[in-house]
């Protein structure tokens, strides 16, 4: 079936510092993307998303490509921020309805 | 404002009391779905309705009911609970062919 492997936490970095979490997929066709946030004690956001190959999401400074090639949709952002602490989810949506999400990945900025 | 809520936000309950939490939203959004999330197991699907009377088992159903009576409400039941369902339940919307879904703030439930 399905599936969405993300790259393990927690992720602790300096302010400013360049961050990458890596989203792969297992999928048969051709599935939607997400990137969802979850801040500390807060449901979950849509970050960004992506609906068809090397379509690029972005938002907030995040950014994140739609690789089918590598069947990846790793996210970016050149520059954190401590308010950027939280915990991240790759998700997958390849039949209208379920996303099927990554285990997520914990980011911690520290100033 | 666009949201979906959820109801009650925290519930401390006994094994085999039933309950109910209740989701709401105001986006006239055809898609609804329940996840619970836990430790380790990231968020996975219990059911979801794709339109008013049309509810269907996502990946952990045991021991979960829904409805979907009208539009913007979809409430999770747990008839009898057991402590194995102590968990994180975020409620979700979406249109149909938009495939992103959004998210309510959560309901954290303990059953001893």
């Known amino acids: 079936g399905d599936s969405v492997t993300q790259m393990e936490g927690p992720v602790t970095l300096s302010e400013e510092a360049f961050l990458t979490i890596n989203c792969t997929y297992t999928a048969t066709g051709y599935p939607s993307l997400f990137w969802y946030v979850q801040y500390p004690g807060e449901g979950l956001q849509l970050l960004l998303k992506a609906t068809k190959a090397d379509d690029k999401g972005s938002n907030k400074g995040f950014e994140a490509t739609y690789r089918k090639e590598t069947t990846s949709f790793h996210l970016e952002k050149g520059s954190v921020q401590v308010s950027d602490s939280a915990v991240y989810f790759c998700?997958?949506?390849?039949?209208?309805?379920?996303?099927?999400f990554g285990q997520g990945t914990e980011l911690s900025v520290k100033p | 404002e666009a949201q979906v809520t959820q109801n009650p936000r925290y519930l401390i309950t006994v094994t085999g009391k039933k309950l109910t939490v209740t989701c709401s939203q105001n986006?006239?959004?055809?898609?609804m779905s329940w996840y619970r999330q836990d430790p380790g197991l990231g968020l996975r699907q219990i059911y979801y309705?794709?339109?008013?009377?049309?509810?269907d088992k996502g990946d952990v159903p045991e021991g979960y009911k829904v409805s979907r009576k009208e539009k913007r409400n979809f409430p999770l039941i747990l008839e009898s609970p057991s402590p194995n369902q102590t968990s994180l339940y975020f409620c979700?919307?979406?249109?149909?062919?938009?495939?992103?879904?959004?998210f309510g703030p959560g309901t954290r439930l303990t059953v001893t």
């Open positions: 979700a919307s979406g249109l149909a062919e938009a495939y992103e879904q959004y």
């Open positions: 309705s794709m339109n008013v009377e049309a509810t």
């Open positions: 998700a997958l949506n390849n039949q209208g309805g379920k996303l099927i």
């Open positions: 986006m006239n959004h055809e898609y």
